[in-house]
């Protein structure tokens, strides 16, 4: 059982736009600022958005995060098959002193 | 770039000792971030291990404290991690990861992982 909440799989078709949830509480998401990661099968995760809303070098402006009171998106405009993968939120929680992470969304392209 | 690089046993037997070992380079390892380690078990989601800070911090996930042990050797850019009293539920791949610390820690680098099994 993650700390945070994440839907375990989320369906788009290409060119759509997407957007995956996490949900969390005061002691984490409420506290804390919000980091995504991309996970491609059989791959290291990789930053996707870091502090609720930026981009690391790298990272195309079709993704953008964004944080309300216990709660983050991660939004995906002009999906592609490419973007086939694992998505995880992650933050910081004060009362357990630990980083926590979402339980991980499957975003399927079809 | 940062790169890690993990390495150590693939196979650990049960009530043993898991140690890795993780190369850190094109990056001064006593700069202001926090080292540490991440695992995923098989068909699962991340689990954050614990960190040690340039801060002097040193932040361990509760569930695993007690059998759990992580050092930076500055000298050879290296991060180790013990977790002593294995099971099967340790089985899983471990990232060597870079975080910066406090309340807006984001993992910016990963290595590639390796997958450590527990079985006798």
């Known amino acids: 059982q993650s700390v945070l909440t994440q839907p375990p799989s989320v369906f788009a078709a290409p060119g759509q736009r997407v957007t995956l949830s996490c949900s969390g509480s005061g002691s984490n998401i409420g506290g804390s600022s919000v980091s995504w990661y991309q996970q491609v099968p059989g791959t290291a995760p990789k930053l996707l958005i870091y502090q609720n809303n930026k981009r690391p070098s790298g990272i195309p402006d079709r993704f953008s995060g964004s944080k309300s009171g216990m709660s983050a998106t991660l939004g995906i405009t002009g999906l592609q098959t490419g973007d086939e993968a694992d998505y995880y939120c992650?933050?910081?929680?004060?009362?357990?002193?630990?980083?926590?992470f979402g339980g991980g969304t499957k975003l399927t392209v079809l | 770039q940062v790169q890690l690089q993990e390495s150590g046993p693939g196979l650990v037997k049960p009530s043993e000792t898991l140690s890795l070992t993780c190369g850190v380079s094109?990056?001064?390892?006593?700069?202001?971030?926090?080292w540490g380690w991440i695992r995923q078990s098989p068909g699962k989601g991340l689990e954050w291990i614990g960190s040690v800070c340039h801060s002097g911090l040193i932040y361990y996930n509760p569930p695993l404290q007690s059998r759990l042990f992580i050092s930076v050797d500055t000298s050879k850019s290296q991060v180790s991690l013990n977790l002593n009293s294995v099971t099967a539920a340790d089985t899983a791949v471990y990232y060597c990861?870079?975080?910066?610390?406090?309340?807006?820690?984001?993992?910016?680098?990963w290595g590639q992982g390796t997958l450590v099994t527990v079985s006798s």
């Open positions: 094109a990056h001064s390892i006593t700069s202001g971030y926090c």
């Open positions: 992650g933050t910081w929680d004060g009362s357990l002193r630990a980083v926590v």
């Open positions: 990861a870079r975080t910066s610390e406090g309340s807006g820690s984001y993992t910016d680098y």
